[in-house]
Nanobody
Framework: QVHLVESGGGLVQSGGSLRLSCAAS????????MGWYRQAPGKQRELVAT???????NYADSVKGRFTISRDNAKNTVHLQMNSLKPEDTAVYYC???????????WGQGTQVTVSS
């Protein structure tokens, strides 16, 4: 079992920055990729960025060049640095961890990010 706790959300003006953190605990040896997803009101949850244990990253087109995902395997943490925030980035941001075997995933409780125009 893996437990994920997000932090760092809040209210920021358009053009501002926030840094989200995800602290993981539990059976981390089975975890490979971790990532951030977001869900805006009335919309489906969508991928923001992912990072493998080896450091390979993947970003949604909408955040490329503005967001940076990083990971500290020793501390079991994942961060999302968000710059040049836009009102359309407003959503609840969730941390996710993918278990290699048996296949499965874990989700955090989410943290609200609100970008005012």
């Amino acid at each position: 079992q893996v437990h994920l706790v997000e932090s760092g959300g809040g209210l920021v003006q358009s053009g501002g920055s926030l840094r989200l953190s995800c602290a993981a605990s539990g059976s981390m040896s089975s975890i490979n990729a971790m990532g951030w997803y977001r869900q805006a009101p009335g919309k489906q949850r969508e991928l923001v960025a992912t990072i493998t244990r080896g450091g390979t990253t993947n970003y949604a087109d909408s955040v490329k060049g503005r967001f940076t995902i990083s990971r500290d395997n020793a501390k079991n943490t994942v961060h999302l640095q968000m710059n040049s925030l836009k009102p359309e980035d407003t959503a609840v941001y969730y941390c996710k961890a993918d278990r290699s075997w048996p296949p499965g995933n874990y989700w955090g409780q989410g943290t609200q990010v609100t970008v005012s125009s």
